[in-house]
């Protein structure tokens, strides 16, 4: 059963920017391995963790570092989840999560499946 689903689409240019004017935004944002990635992969990535808070009906309080986007031996990427992103799924009865990212022509999106 589907418990929720999100998309968020983010400006790569725009997000950029953002992050070179406000520099701490960068820490805030990404866990220590997300960090030093190329921007197009930070905004997905950003995208990301945006469509995963809508996904589970974006409660206040959920931790930008508690959750972290990964890319598997395959490739995929998937979602790694702790504390109050964890804790929010499992309330919700999540059991698994499916990610698609992607960036081109300046935008970089990603749609969040919660499933239970």
Known sequence: MI?????????????????????ALRERLF???????????????????????????APQGLLWHDATVRRGDDGRPHLVIAGTVAARAEALGVDAMHVSLSHDAGIASAVVVAEG
């Not at 997300?34 to 995963?52: G, I, M, Q, T, Y």
Request: no cysteine.
């Open 31 to 57: 866990t220590d391995e997300e960090r030093s990635l190329p921007l197009n992969s930070l905004a997905a990535r950003f995208a990301a963790k945006e469509a995963l808070a809508k996904a589970l009906g």
């Open 3 to 23: 418990v929720g689903v999100g998309i968020d689409v983010v400006d790569v240019a725009r997000f950029g920017q953002t992050l070179e004017r406000t520099p």
